[in-house]
């Protein structure tokens, strides 16, 4: 069976090598051509732990190739980003242009005996626009097409094991697209479970995960705003109230980033905003975040011209994801405000990321005067120390 993955990002690219090492034959397909030359020059582009090992073994084993060029398969997956716009309003909207665009490259080489599963965590309703472009690009009816929605649920820096491991949703269109897929998956996966439900339900099923830890990581930064207000150390309450067996409290931070948790919310309130309060809710107070602790730096501040450094850009700890990242947006907010702004983003290589200078560690500690730490990378908690002798706001309880 030859499956195409198109798509060769953060999920993409870790999939198609999964695939591979699971028996498939594999073609890993881009439209940048700067990625396929990168991947057949024998490196990835993103940093995940392991996946250059287990790249260059599918590589090795002949399982795995790249192309530029979209050809005939037997099974599509669809892996492209679905970011979210704003509309003249300020509305949050799904942009669904490379879901449209992937299903219009397969539909033109698409076989009625064919396979498309899309990955890609998207709003109700999706898979059966997707249905619609692969019909109307092939001249396949819809309803004899197989088509399938297996909503990834992996997180970055360990995601080669949980491809292998954790429990996946099929939602399928058809009985019959629903059996082709959840036998892919079974000969992947090594613990996991395959649970097939119809496309609907598997799309908001994705969006409900997300969802659920926006809302909780959002009580979780509410309080963080309340304790500043009441003088209380917010990480020893939580530390406390954890204590109690069925409480749960998550650490609060900078913010919510990543192309998961701080988009999918958005999937369900465009369409139900009536319904969705709760959940909107969540998703200002976490958006609000990097302005609250700018306003608490800023306040900090021996004086205006002091240089401000952040520890750390990326989404999360030990990851070079910068979607969506708060941190981001808390160095802009700072430079709005006439800081001076130096970041240390170890996993960014280059010397500016989006407008905001991104130097090493011994670098930032020389050049600034007070210091934010909005991740706990190791080489921060390596070092906290070192971090210790100078001013600093810790967003995310490290130095506790």
């Known amino acids: 069976m030859k499956i195409t993955v198109m798509g060769l990002g953060y999920i993409g690219l870790p999939t198609a090598i999964t695939l591979a090492e699971a028996g498939f034959e594999v073609c890993g ?47 599509f997956y669809i892996a492209v980003p679905t970011p979210f716009y704003q509309d003249e309003s300020g509305t949050h909207k799904a942009d669904l242009r490379f879901v449209e665009s992937a299903g219009r490259m397969a539909g033109k080489v698409l076989e009625p005996k064919n396979l498309v599963i899309l990955e890609s965590t998207v709003p109700p309703r999706t898979t059966e626009m997707l249905a619609r472009v692969l019909s109307e690009e092939s001249g396949i009816a819809m309803d004899e097409l197989h088509v399938a929605h297996c909503p990834e649920r992996v997180i970055p820096g360990n ?26 998956y079974e000969k992947v996966l090594e613990k996991g479970i395959v649970h097939k ?13 997300n969802t659920f830890r926006d809302v909780n990581i959002a009580y ?28 749960n409290i998550l650490t609060p931070g900078v913010g919510v980033g990543g192309h998961c948790i701080a988009v999918d919310p958005w999937f369900i309130y465009e369409q139900f905003p009536e319904e969705a309060k709760v959940i909107h ?10 302005r609250f602790v700018a306003d608490k730096v800023v306040s900090s501040l021996a004086k205006v011209t002091d240089t401000v450094g952040v520890l750390g850009l990326s989404y999360k700890p030990d990851v070079d994801d910068l979607r ?22 170890p996993f960014a290589e280059a010397s500016e990321v989006q407008g905001i200078p991104n130097v090493s560690f011994e670098q930032v500690m020389r050049e600034a005067d007070y210091l934010v730490i909005t ?25 506790e």
């Open 159 to 184: 995601m080669m094991f949980e491809l292998k491991n954790n429990d996946r949703i099929v939602g399928a269109r058809t009985p019959e697209a629903a059996e082709m897929a959840a036998a892919i």
């Open 281 to 290: 809710a969540s998703r200002v107070r976490n958006e609000n975040k990097p």
């Open 220 to 247: 979780a930064n509410e309080l963080s705003v309340i304790c500043d207000k009441m003088g209380i150390d917010v990480f020893e309450l939580i530390r406390l109230a954890n204590c109690h067996p069925r409480v």
């Open 29 to 75: 397909f881009d439209v940048n051509e700067k990625t396929i030359e990168t991947l057949k020059g024998g490196h990835i582009h993103i940093v995940e732990p392991g996946l250059q090992e287990a790249f260059e073994t599918a590589v090795a084993h002949g399982h795995l190739h790249f192309s530029a060029e979209l050809s005939k398969s037997d099974v």
């Open 375 to 399: 991740l706990g990378h190791s080489i921060f908690k390596n070092n906290k120390e070192l971090i210790s002798e100078k001013s600093y706001y810790d967003c995310v309880g490290m130095m």
């Open 324 to 345: 969506e990242s708060p941190s981001i947006e808390l160095c802009h907010i700072l430079q709005e405000k006439g800081v001076r702004v130096v970041a240390c983003e």
């Open 197 to 209: 439900t119809d496309d609907l339900t598997a799309e908001m099923c994705k969006l409900t995960e």
